[in-house]
T-cell receptor, first 113, second 115 residues
């Protein structure tokens, strides 16, 4: 079945550092890929998405590119802020199936001033 | 506007008891989803409604779990004979329409603790 693997956290960075959170996936079809973010005390929010190979999703300075050849969707940001501290979830949704997203385990990001 | 709301925010119960968890989706959203999130894990799908009917309940772990959405808006997740392993955060989400291209909006969750 479909699955998503994320790098283990926590990821701890200083403000203005470069961020990469790795995500790889296994899917039988051609899924849509998503990054969700969960800030402390809040519900999950969609951060960005990509629906086909080579698409780049971007939002709030975060980017991720749908790489079909490496089955990856790594999240990057050039300069993190303390306010980016949250848990980040990679997810996929099979476009040909029931489109119920499959989530990774989440990666906690802690940004220090 | 108002987002997805869930009540209660916390629920503590004893093993063997019955619990109901409520979800109020965004007004006008036709699709509603329930997930369960255990500590250190991502959300796991339980059931999805399109309107009043359960379009996919393949994620419900066993027949102690049941959900309804009688008028196509508010939904209630019902758990009978609760077990300690049911302890988790139960998340609700809604989207305007079903489908991978339609963003799901999540509520803050209900944290269920079974003693």
């Amino acid at each position: 079945g479909d699955s998503v693997t994320q790098m283990e956290g926590p990821v701890t960075l200083s403000e203005e550092a470069f961020l990469t959170i790795n995500c790889t996936y296994t899917a039988t079809g051609y899924p849509s890929l998503f990054w969700y973010v969960q800030y402390p005390g809040e519900g999950l929010q969609l951060l960005l998405k990509a629906t086909k190979a080579d698409d780049k999703g971007s939002n709030k300075g975060f980017e991720a590119t749908y790489r079909k050849e490496t089955t990856s969707f790594h999240l990057e940001k050039g300069s993190v802020q303390v306010s980016d501290s949250a848990v980040y979830f990679c997810a996929l949704s099979d476009q040909g199936g029931s489109y119920i997203p499959t989530f990774g385990r989440g990666t906690s990001l802690i940004v220090h001033p | 506007g108002a987002g997805v709301s869930q009540t209660p925010s916390n629920k503590v119960t004893e093993k063997g008891k019955y619990v109901e968890l409520r979800c109020d989706p965004i007004s006008g959203h036709t699709a509603l989803y329930w997930y369960r999130q255990s500590l250190g894990q991502g959300p796991e799908f339980l059931i999805y409604f399109q309107g009043t009917g359960a379009a996919d309940d393949s994620g419900l772990p066993n027949d102690r779990f049941f959900a309804v959405r009688p008028e196509g808006s508010v939904s209630t997740l019902k758990i009978q004979r609760t077990e300690r392993g049911d302890s988790a955060v139960y998340l609700c989400a809604s989207s305007l329409l079903p489908g991978a291209y339609n963003e799901q909006f999540f509520g803050p969750g209900t944290r269920l603790t079974v003693l």
